[in-house]
């Protein structure tokens, strides 16, 4: 038999403010352990998918309407934030959101709070980001205000992985920031995820390097899922890049 995947979305449609339907009949699956990418232009319904698996979409007036989320085989659909943190599931939003006030420690801290764990054992947390995240200890005193954008998308992740995470959602993680800049962070990723076991499904808009990174893939288009299959698969389609300017052939299924 087939494992319980880590989260699977049912058809889900998202309404705001009663009135804006913006995603609609989205299903998706990120089996245990796998990196899952989400594809399409802005406004195509990534983030407000990420927000619907993290229940993050109420803060926005936002609500799931129709349809089920289910994270290791629960239904979470009407889940707060705060619980489905304390379970292993985590988001990293758009724009890292860091706290410019406090230093990258006290930033990094603030991620172990849904957790009850002794002084010992966050300092031994602290330690864990900080190998994967050198540049963070060098700049651990430092306000998060006055890190680059690629400094504060480690504090952010690091900042999520300080919750244990078995599940990170992961909105938009190269925006603004320079390639090679976004080349470590998806190699901290791969690492995360070859080495630690932890699961990701990550919007994101650079189609190439979120495809040399995922296992699959979805494409979203006006709120819909338009087509889906292998990484390998959604690589070698001519038409993919259609689909970030307004062009996608609306075709459902898995490529071919």
């Known amino acids: 038999?087939?494992?319980?995947?880590?989260?699977q979305i049912d058809a889900i449609e998202v309404l705001y403010e009663q009135a804006i339907l913006a995603v609609r009949g989205v299903s998706l699956v990120v089996p245990q352990g796998q990196i899952v990418v989400l594809l399409g232009a802005?406004?195509?319904?990534k983030s407000?998918?990420?927000?619907?698996a993290s229940n993050l979409v109420r803060a926005e007036r936002g609500e799931v309407v129709q349809g089920r989320i289910l994270y290791?085989?629960?239904d979470v659909t009407r889940r707060t934030p705060h619980s489905l943190v304390a379970g292993g599931l985590v988001q990293v939003l758009e724009g890292r959101h860091c706290f410019v006030q406090l230093t990258v420690e006290e930033n990094l801290l603030t991620g172990a709070f849904a957790r009850q764990v002794s002084r010992g054992q966050l300092q031994a947390d602290l330690e864990r980001i900080y190998s994967q995240f050198p540049r963070l200890k060098l700049r651990r005193k430092s306000l998060a205000g006055y890190t680059s954008g690629g400094e504060q998308q480690m504090i952010a992740l690091g900042r999520a992985l300080m919750a244990r995470p078995q599940l990170v959602l992961l909105d938009e993680p190269s925006m603004g920031l320079a390639p090679q800049v976004v080349e470590e962070i998806f190699e901290i990723i791969h690492q995360l995820n070859q080495r630690d076991g932890v699961s990701f499904l990550i919007a994101e808009q650079n189609i190439n390097l979120a495809l040399r990174y995922a296992r699959y893939g979805y494409v979203l288009e006006s709120g819909r899922v338009v087509s889906e299959g292998?990484?390998?698969?959604?690589?070698a389609r001519s038409d993919i890049q259609d689909f970030y300017l307004g062009g996608g052939t609306g075709g459902t299924g898995a490529a071919a």
Do not use: E, W, Y
């Open 1 to 7: 038999m087939n494992p319980v995947p880590i989260l």
């Open 42 to 45: 802005n406004g195509a319904g």
């Open 72 to 74: 290791r085989g629960q």
């Open 48 to 52: 407000t998918t990420l927000k619907a």
């Open 230 to 235: 292998t990484a390998q698969q959604l690589a």
